[in-house]
């Protein structure tokens, strides 16, 4: 068994079909493909990629996805969810970034997106685009060790693979020594030792972002290994592999 | 400095007056309010301008978040769909009976309120509507104070008080990049502690009695206070004034008469 994890394509379809390439060439067949958000952005053709993922070919694996702060902001403007007219977006892109969100999206296409999970739970790992708190939310290696260490207890995962800091990284966090003792009106209960075994943070990489490269993560369960992909597309191709 | 905290007085003047005079034979030198000073009691006015007249620096609560904002919290408001419905029932009769000066004053409180290494907050730092039960994972707990940047983490709503204290925090972190760089590093912490002070008007530890704090800045001592006062007093009250008869019968027990959520950490989608 073996997964493709990646996340922000952000409208770059070239570098998805590169990276889809990839997976295709692997000499352990992935089993599963899972994309954690951000299939959307405001470099690309966003409606391209979202017809790929939608339009499976034969012998490709469905592509499980899942919605991501692209997404989201999209939701916003069409006044599906959250707050009204993307304040998020219009903060960091300014209205020429919310109007072009808008013009790249069909109506159609927000309804496929809205019927996107937040989530994956497989196995021990839960796969995500920020994390149970919000798809705001950005973990990467110098986040707080215990903020990480929360966002996996709230996970209920061994695993949590990530994908909005658009990093490739592994962040193991054990939390093995805490001590709390509870008073209450009647009485000082017993001390309880906390002390839990390690748990992993992923992060997984982007796809669309850098153009000509692109990253993503492959995963074996029954090895619980990551190994990191960076594929090089356009002129010059290069394939980089880490194992982690 | 002796501090008094205390939170969830929702309308109850009884027990906030009989909570007050005991502040006051504690010789506390300055009182903090966590929020919740309406909902459920037949006095959320008279409480308000209570609060006001004394300047207690005080801040809000999910009851007083909702009067101002509506009802729009999901399911965690609530321990319970049965709570929730009751709630609700509440929430209706409190909107009629508030003044529009009190209305303004629960909007204008802030989130969280700081005293030197103290954080004050009702539900959660995350949330008024997130539960800091005593049973919550040491971590997370942990990181809740640790998020606040305080030592001591005052909090409420919950209506059961409690301290906790968390010591000798530790967690190893390895971090694997792909270009190969490795590092590790160890986070340990002091001691931190969460404070619940429990509820002045409507009590949930199986006792009648208002609940607070006492807290000496100076030799960080915490004592639970528990204050008797005429309840049935109370409870005649919210039955002359048509709320729900389950509110004074719960008064009366210091019940929550509710079973449990499911996931009370869960964080408001609202």
Redesign the interface.
Known sequence: MQWAILSGIEGNLAAYEAVLQDIRRQHSSVTALYVLGDVIGLKGDNEAVIQRLRSRRNGELEPQVCRGWWEEQCFSLYGLTGLPKAPELMAQFGSDGVKHLWESVSRESVHWLRSLHFGFHELDCLLIHGSTVSYRDELTPDTPAIQLCDRLIRADANTLFCGRSGLAFACWITPYQLRSTVTTLDATQSPIEYGKTPRRIAGVGNVGRTSGKAGYALYRPGTNSIQFKTVTYGAVRDFAVTER | MKLAVMSCIHGNYEALNAVLSDIDAQKADQIYCLGDLVGYGPHPNAVVEMIRSLDIPTCQGCWDEDIVEGLNACECSYPSQLAEKRGHLAHEWTNRAIHPEVREYLASLPMTLRQDNLCFVHGSPNSQHEYLL?SM???????RV??TEADVLFCGHTH?????????????????????VERE?Q?S?PLKRIINV?SVGEPR?GRPNA?YVLYDTDTAQ?V?R?VSYDYERTCADIIAKGLPLIFAWRLARGLEFAERADDP?H?CQR
């Open positions: 005593p994972d040491g971590f997370t707990a942990l990181e640790l998020s059961v008080p409690y301290v906790r204290d968390l010591a000798n925090g530790c967690l190893q972190v390895r971090v694997l990049h792909p270009d190969g590093h986070f912490t429990g530890h609940t915490v639970l528990e950490s964080i």
